[in-house]
């Protein structure tokens, strides 16, 4: 079975600092792109950042010199690492994957986008 794990959301002031892990486990094959997606008290989900397998990254505007996103291909792991905190930025984080999976029962290999559960940021004033 194959997941996305998120953690190191929490409580923090703004101005301070946060630093959200992803990490996919079970028959992976491999992983094209790995995203992070928010979701504020009442608005609609939204992309933060995003990163390539090749490492070619796109952030949304609110974020864009605030936030970093990096990962490491080998422990199909990513990072986002969140700074200079606002309290727009309170929201569920969501971890979004682009993977090829294997089915051992099946013998194939499956191409589609799997979600972690999301990890709560709140910032505070």
């Known amino acids: 079975q194959v997941q996305l794990v998120e953690s190191g959301g929490g409580l923090v002031q703004a101005g301070g600092s946060l630093r959200l892990s992803c990490a996919a486990s079970?028959?992976?094959?491999?992983?094209?792109?790995m995203g992070w997606y928010r979701q504020g008290p009442a608005k609609q989900r939204e992309l933060v950042a995003v990163?390539?397998?090749?490492?070619?990254?796109t952030y949304a505007d609110s974020v864009k010199g605030r936030f970093t996103i990096s990962r490491d291909n080998a422990k199909n792991t990513a990072n986002l690492q969140m700074n200079s905190l606002k309290l727009e930025d309170t929201g569920v984080y969501y971890c979004?994957?682009?993977?090829?999976?294997?089915?051992?029962?099946?013998?194939?290999?499956?191409?589609?986008?799997?979600w972690g559960q999301g990890t709560q940021v709140t910032v505070s004033s």
């Open positions: 079970g028959s992976v094959k491999s992983i094209n792109t």
């Open positions: 990163i390539t397998r090749g490492g070619s990254t």
């Open positions: 979004k994957s682009d993977m090829a999976t294997y089915s051992y029962v099946l013998g194939t290999v499956t191409s589609r986008d799997y």
